[in-house]
């Protein structure tokens, strides 16, 4: 009983018109069926009459031939018509689903709108970037802290006062630059004050190997 006060939609109305006008187009394909084979009997008919020299019967069934092929010509113009018809109910269809899609998709598009606040969504926004940047702020603080609690400041001074002290025994003079060479005429120090600057090889090799120095 449901069924029978059951409304129908565009998908079942669009299916019941399909349907007649496939029916339309199986009749209309039958009716020319049924005429080729009358053309094919008044051809066969014609030609009999004018073997037996009846010229007015042969005029007779060229008339109803012709009237006939006329007919057949119609069936195909119909068909044509029927074709067209099923092809225009599909694409209206296809056209109503697409408007349906439409519509769905605008009225969700607009209960989103209505629960987004673009006010408070720009306010999250800039409170993400706020935090992100106070969050690296914040690493860069630790990362500089531990590098100055992990940092021996005094290992570079000591290493460099061992440099400064090597390369002053071996005879170069450290003041920001290297020592510039004896002016000409000025006097080479004597090889005994030379020995006494000087201490052995022994020595500098291990200072250099304290320092890293190979």
Same mark, same amino acid.
């Given at each position: ?45 014609? !030609? ?21 092929? !006329? ?25 109503? !689903? ?78 920001? !630059? ?37």
């Amino acid at each position: 009983m449901a069924s029978l006060f059951k409304r129908k939609t565009v998908d079942d109305v669009i299916k019941e018109q399909s349907k007649e006008l496939r029916g339309t187009q199986r009749q209309i394909t039958r009716d020319r069926t049924a005429l080729e084979r009358q053309e094919k009997q008044l051809e066969a008919e014609i !030609k009999k009459m004018a073997k037996s020299g009846n010229r007015e019967a042969c005029k007779i069934l060229a008339k109803q031939l012709v009237q006939l092929r !006329k007919q057949k010509n119609r069936t195909y113009a119909v068909s044509s018509k029927v074709t067209s018809m099923s092809t225009q109910t599909k694409l209206m269809n296809s056209q109503m !689903k697409m408007a349906g899609a439409m519509s769905s998709t605008a009225k969700t598009m607009q209960a989103v709108n209505k629960k987004m606040d673009p006010q408070k969504t720009l306010k999250t926004m800039q409170d993400f970037q706020k935090e992100n940047m106070k969050m690296g702020m914040t690493e860069d603080m630790i990362n500089d802290t531990l590098d100055d609690i992990f940092d021996e400041s005094g290992d570079e001074d000591e290493s460099q006062g061992i440099v400064d002290q090597v390369l002053d025994e071996i005879g170069i003079e450290i003041s920001g !630059k290297m020592a510039r060479t004896p002016a000409a005429g000025k006097s080479v120090p004597s090889a005994a004050s030379s020995s006494k600057a000087t201490i052995s090889d022994d020595e500098i090799e291990r200072q250099l190997r304290a320092l890293g120095v190979d």
